[in-house]
């Protein structure tokens, strides 16, 4: 089965209360390397999410009182069956989303990082005791778990999106419903037989396929019993479902758009910095709400940065990521590949000069890494978030200039700069309106580090020690009488 080993990882239906269930329709999932049809997926809609949101109600109520050791353990072995089945994973995630095997490999990885890390911090959820206002007062504050958690999730990491957010949820003691994206749904459904495998209780973990995503999305921000929604993807779509929560006032997480700057001052190491380019940009063929998206460059050294960034982008392979040496798989659709081109012979109409890679299979939704020579801010692909393999490469000339630049954008996600002088490191890292910085590096994400944006770019961390209060709700308990 499409090389799969463990052919009960190939799941077509969606995941609830423990069982697979069986939809009245179908949908067809497709190779984006070549457009051919990979799997038919039942499809579930409102009434097969609200029985999954009515599931993990019950099953919530239960894992709120299952020791944080045991829920760590669990949440361990899941962990362990990601790693086991580590190549599978990836086969599935490269057939239904197109990125290269490797990277695929890189980001079950990286998903199951996030999980041993939440299975770690599930018993270390601490509260605290206040001196009170008065002799006879104690002030206690307890954590306790949100709930019965909704998310949604995009194409572009089907399986490290949602993972990222099911396992702060389940180690703090919520209940998760996840809707995956239509284009991508194999990955999660993948993940849940490996819950089922782990042992989680029925209706903790749920899966729902469907290509109503409106209708999903209705039941997962507005049924009662949901006390959290947390999603990942555009900032026009955030918006909608951020007013939908907002009616029946939930807590929400919203990772959202960017449009990352990558600043290279005349001081840094230029090819370090084009090492920490090829990353930042190329990193799922760009597909990333984290890709450098405007690449600022000191005039003094603008024609030997973009001489190098010339050589390195002439050396990518780009095809079939089940393709050895393959870098650079399709994107995923043959719309994604027209917004691309569109941006492209926009910016070159307002002035730029276009670059491109010679050779892309004929076949499948592939767009050339291209590089837009003397760009502008103003451009239409440095106002508008690429999400593909383009990099303009825009002069500046201070300091002052390029923090201005680089902040004027609706987003504030991830900013990058490369520079040795400490000083200005700490000065243009504090002036940037953006939730993550990355000095020297073309990578900031880990389960370690708080991953969230400001500004249109949403609320919310995930990862790290921050990521499991966006699950836990805090308890202010008052006690009097404490004189007597
Ligand atoms: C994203 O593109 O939304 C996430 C990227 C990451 O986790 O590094």
């Known amino acids: 089965m499409k090389g799969i080993q463990d052919s009960g990882l190939w799941r ?12 009245t329709a179908r949908f067809t999932v ?36 299952v020791p944080a050791a045991q829920r760590s353990t669990l949440l361990m072995s899941w962990h362990d069956l990601m790693l086991e089945h580590l190549d599978d994973l990836a086969r599935i995630l490269t057939l239904e989303q197109g990125k290269p095997l490797a990277e695929a490999r890189g980001e079950i990885l990286y998903g199951a990082s996030y999980v041993k890390w939440f299975a770690e911090e599930a018993v270390r959820v601490y509260g605290d005791t206040i001196p009170g206002p008065s002799p006879d007062k104690r002030v206690l504050v307890i954590k306790q778990p949100v709930g019965v958690v909704g998310s949604i999730t995009p194409w572009n990491f089907p399986n490290a999106m949602m ?21 991508t749904p194999l990955s999660a459904l993948a993940v849940a037989e490996l819950a089922k495998r782990a042992g989680f209780p029925n209706g903790l973990f749920n899966v729902v396929v469907g290509t109503d995503a409106p209708a ?9 019993v949901i006390r959290k929604f947390s999603f990942t993807g555009s900032t026009a779509t955030g918006k909608r479902l951020l007013a939908q929560c907002a009616e029946g006032v939930k807590r929400t997480s919203m990772e959202l758009g960017g449009n990352a700057p990558f600043i290279v001052f005349e001081d840094a190491d230029l090819d370090e910095a084009v090492k920490g380019l090829m990353v ?16 600022f460059v000191q005039r003094s050294v603008y024609e030997a940065f973009a001489d190098k ?13 089940l393709e050895e040496g393959t870098q650079i798989g399709p994107l995923v659709s043959q719309a994604a590949v027209d917004k691309v081109a569109a941006l492209v012979a926009e910016s070159e109409a307002q002035g730029a000069k276009a670059e491109t890679v010679a050779r892309v299979p004929e076949q499948g939704h592939y767009y050339p890494p291209t590089v837009l020579y003397h760009a502008s801010n103003a451009m239409a692909a440095a106002r508008n978030e690429i999400f593909g393999p383009v990099l303009p490469l825009i002069p500046f000339d201070d300091e002052a200039s390029v923090v201005a630049e680089a902040n004027d954008s609706e987003f504030g996600l991830a900013a990058y700069l490369y ?26 994400s880990n389960a370690a580090a708080p991953f969230g944006g400001i500004k249109a770019s949403g609320h919310g961390r995930e990862g790290s020690k921050y990521g499991l209060d966006d699950y836990l709700d805090i308890k202010y308990l008052c006690l009097g009488g404490m004189d007597r």
Request: net charge neutral.
């Open 280 to 295: 930042a940009k190329f990193r799922n063929a760009g597909q990333t709400c984290v890709c450098s998206n405007r690449i």
């Open 163 to 183: 993972v990222r957010k099911a396992a702060p949820a389940l180690a703090a003691g919520c209940a998760f419903v996840a809707k995956p994206a239509a284009e």
């Open 216 to 224: 999903i999305g209705q039941v997962l921000t507005q049924h009662p």
């Open 309 to 321: 960034v010339r050589a390195a982008v002439a050396n990518l392979v780009v095809g079939d990521g």
């Open 12 to 23: 077509t239906r969606s995941f609830v209360d423990g069982q697979w269930l069986a939809g």
């Open 419 to 444: 520079s040795r002088d400490i000083g200005r490191v700490f000065r243009v890292s504090e002036a940037l309106e953006y939730g993550m910085v990355a000095v020297n590096d073309g990578i900031l």
């Open 30 to 65: 497709s190779n984006p390397a070549n457009g051919e049809p990979l799997a038919e997926v039942e499809e579930a809609g409102a009434a097969e999410t609200t029985q999954a949101v009515e599931a993990a109600d019950r099953a919530q109520r239960a894992w709120a009182k």
